[in-house]
């Protein structure tokens, strides 16, 4: 029989009476604090348009934001429109993170950035694609790639949106893969410490996943993060036909989606409301961390999907990165990476401070990657390589 926490009667006491006295602790970020990299008259923020606003519209209107419905979350080769893509994960980030934020008096405004913005840098075939990725980028320069750190170079250099430091390290810090019991903020106060913690993801090996939220509505997308995957992993496993849901169990916070979701956003509330900090319980957190242990176990480490992940998709990607980095570097300018990527990218209308092409060569085709649809990535290989006898087989509906 499902179960359902409920806020504590003296918790829920406190916000109805905070609310109707109007003294709902202000904790949230100000509007008024936004920074910026530059002081533009169009990112000015009104009555109707607070400044968070601004960078929820930029992302939405991103040409990679419409590239989260081609991208799946977990199951990259299973052909069912019930599976979860990305489009719906930063939908569930959202909506969860701000349920939690409004009980808690943050900024909703900048907690959706956040979560719009957090896997707009995710490659295809999911954590196995990035993990290719990363490889392949990093023994051609000696750098690392992670999706967070790349989800801020699209936001912040392929598309120059002068998106806010608030909504941008919120978005490199969201790596729901790494958990806390309790989360304060660590902000930093200028661009000039944001670039050099961004450069050290690229150069320093573990350093991307020690870097830490900077305010509440960050912790609480991170918090989010791990809450909108948890039990819906488990949903798309027992529709892939890989694990039934039914095989998980865990007492304190359930074990299908809808308790989990309930449950742990109850309990961040419970003990995070008019504190400084973003938690849960030892309990509830013990509970969270052997959930996503048992997600591993029984999903993420499955061998079959890998195993045809890692004997397909991976020489492929390795075959797509060479070809492109050949041809960008001799400048054949009837090539996809420049069809389909550099003249698309010189299409905005945004002002760069010096020409996308004179980026690092490795770092374009990494660019051009990771922005690839699933199926982008098969067609684009066929079209490379016709010959080539690799080939990603994907299950089918009748299959």
């Given at each position: 029989?499902?179960?359902?926490?409920?806020?504590?009667?003296?918790?829920?006491?406190?916000?109805?009476?905070?609310?109707?006295?109007?003294?709902?602790?202000?904790?949230?970020?100000?509007?008024?604090?936004?920074?910026?990299?530059?002081?533009?008259?169009?990112?000015?923020?009104?009555?109707?348009?607070?400044?968070?606003?601004?960078?929820?519209?930029?992302?939405?209107?991103?040409?990679?934001?419409?590239?989260?419905?081609?991208?799946?979350?977990?199951?990259?080769?299973?052909?069912?429109?019930?599976?979860?893509?990305?489009?719906?994960?930063?939908?569930?980030?959202?909506?969860?993170?701000?349920?939690?934020?409004?009980?808690?008096?943050?900024?909703?405004?900048?907690?959706?950035?956040?979560?719009?913005?957090?896997?707009?840098?995710?490659?295809?075939?999911?954590?196995?694609?990035?993990?290719?990725?990363?490889?392949?980028?990093?023994?051609?320069?000696?750098?690392?790639?992670?999706?967070?750190?790349?989800?801020?170079?699209?936001?912040?250099?392929?598309?120059?949106?002068?998106?806010?430091?608030?909504?941008?390290?919120?978005?490199?810090?969201?790596?729901?893969?790494?958990?806390?019991?309790?989360?304060?903020?660590?902000?930093?106060?200028?661009?000039?410490?944001?670039?050099?913690?961004?450069?050290?993801?690229?150069?320093?090996?573990?350093?991307?996943?020690?870097?830490?939220?900077?305010?509440?509505?960050?912790?609480?997308?991170?918090?989010?993060?791990?809450?909108?995957?948890?039990?819906?992993?488990?949903?798309?496993?027992?529709?892939?036909?890989?694990?039934?849901?039914?095989?998980?169990?865990n007492e304190d916070i359930g074990s299908i989606n809808a308790e989990i979701i309930n449950n742990l956003v109850v309990n961040i509330i419970e003990n995070s409301y008019a504190k400084?900090?973003?938690?849960?319980?030892?309990?509830?957190?013990?509970?969270?961390?052997?959930?996503?242990?048992?997600?591993?176990?029984?999903?993420?480490?499955?061998?079959?999907?890998?195993?045809?992940?890692?004997?397909?998709?991976?020489?492929?990607?390795?075959?797509?990165y060479g070809q492109c980095l050949d041809d960008l570097r001799a400048g054949n300018k009837n090539a996809p990476i420049y069809t389909h990527h550099i003249n698309y990218l010189n299409?905005?209308?945004?002002?760069?401070?010096?020409?996308?092409?004179?980026?690092?060569?490795?770092?374009?085709?990494?660019?051009?990657?990771?922005?690839?649809?699933?199926?982008?990535?098969?067609?684009?290989?066929?079209?490379?390589?016709?010959?080539?006898?690799?080939?990603?087989?994907?299950?089918?509906?009748?299959?």
């Amino acid at each position: 029989m499902p179960k359902y926490e409920t806020l504590s009667p003296a918790v829920a006491a406190n916000i109805v009476q905070d609310r109707l006295e109007g003294s709902t602790l202000r904790i949230g970020y100000e509007n008024s604090s936004v920074i910026r990299r530059k002081c533009v008259s169009s990112d000015s923020a009104s009555v109707w348009r607070p400044p968070f606003v601004h960078d929820i519209d930029k992302i939405l209107h991103c040409p990679f934001y419409n590239r989260y419905t081609g991208k799946t979350q977990v199951f990259s080769l299973i052909k069912n429109d019930d599976i979860t893509r990305r489009s719906l994960h930063v939908q569930l980030v959202s909506r969860i993170a701000r349920t939690i934020g409004a009980a808690l008096g943050l900024n909703l405004d900048l907690i959706e950035a956040i979560a719009l913005g957090h896997d707009i840098g995710h490659p295809p075939f999911a954590h196995s694609g990035e993990a290719y990725l990363c490889e392949l980028y990093h023994q051609h320069t000696g750098r690392f790639f992670f999706h967070n750190v790349h989800s801020v170079r699209v936001l912040d250099e392929m598309f120059p949106y002068n998106i806010s430091l608030q909504t941008l390290h919120g978005i490199a810090t969201h790596n729901g893969e790494v958990e806390m019991m309790q989360y304060e903020p660590q902000p930093i106060d200028s661009f000039e410490e944001f670039d050099r913690m961004i450069e050290r993801c690229y150069t320093e090996p573990g350093y991307a996943n020690t870097i830490l939220p900077g305010s509440l509505e960050a912790i609480v997308v991170r918090i989010s993060d791990i809450i909108a995957y948890l039990g819906k992993d488990r949903q798309d496993a027992d529709r892939a036909g890989l694990t039934p849901e039914s095989a998980f169990f865990n007492e304190d916070i359930g074990s299908i989606n809808a308790e989990i979701i309930n449950n742990l956003v109850v309990n961040i509330i419970e003990n995070s409301y008019a504190k400084p900090y973003i938690g849960l319980d030892k309990r509830h957190f013990k509970a969270l961390v052997d959930s996503k242990a048992a997600n591993y176990r029984m999903i993420y480490n499955y061998a079959a999907p890998r195993a045809n992940l890692e004997h397909t998709a991976k020489p492929m990607m390795a075959e797509i990165y060479g070809q492109c980095l050949d041809d960008l570097r001799a400048g054949n300018k009837n090539a996809p990476i420049y069809t389909h990527h550099i003249n698309y990218l010189n299409k905005v209308h945004y002002k760069r401070s010096r020409p996308y092409e004179s980026a690092e060569p490795n770092q374009i085709v990494v660019d051009y990657i990771a922005s690839m649809t699933e199926s982008y990535f098969v067609d684009l290989h066929h079209y490379l390589f016709p010959n080539s006898t690799l080939k990603v087989e994907y299950t089918g509906y009748f299959d």
